[in-house]
């Protein structure tokens, strides 16, 4: 008669088996939770680039907007040329400045994931 039981040795690598099972599961659970959880805190980085960028191009729209206001303003009630003179220089100034943050800020946050404002 032929005994129908396992040895030790079947049962221990049916038990092996099992654990590497387990554990490959395991590790490819933790390598999709990780690989979620860069891809989420890569979306919220870009996101919150974006939208510092947004806000810093509002902010400078609104500067130069009142900038030119002003000079409007000062160059439609003063007499002299001298002083619309300087009025002109200072608003081009600001303007050119204006124009250089927003072009450091966009050309930072597409490159890399900081905003640099100068």
Same mark, same amino acid.
């Given at each position: ?5 396992? =040895? ?15 554990? $490959?599961?395991?590790? #490819? ?8 959880? @860069?891809? @989420?805190?890569?979306?919220?980085? $870009? ?7 947004? /806000?810093?191009?509002?902010? #400078? ?11 409007? $303003? #000062? ?7 001298? =002083? ?5 220089? @200072?608003?081009?100034?600001? @303007?050119?400045?204006? %124009?250089? *943050?927003?072009?450091? *800020?966009?050309?930072? %946050?597409?490159? =890399?994931?900081?905003? /640099?404002?100068?």
């Amino acid at each position: 008669m032929y005994d129908q039981r396992e =040895s030790p040795l079947t049962l221990n690598a049916k038990a092996e088996d099992s654990v590497v099972a387990v554990v $490959v599961v395991v590790v #490819v659970v933790v390598v999709v939770v990780v690989v979620v959880v @860069v891809v @989420v805190v890569a979306v919220v980085v $870009v996101v919150v680039v974006v939208v510092v960028v947004v /806000v810093v191009v509002v902010v #400078v729209v609104v500067v130069v907007v009142v900038v030119v206001v002003v000079v409007v $303003v #000062v160059v439609s009630s003063s007499s002299s040329s001298s =002083s619309s003179l300087v009025v002109v220089v @200072v608003v081009v100034v600001v @303007v050119v400045s204006s %124009s250089r *943050i927003v072009v450091v *800020i966009v050309v930072d %946050s597409s490159s =890399s994931s900081r905003v /640099v404002v100068e």
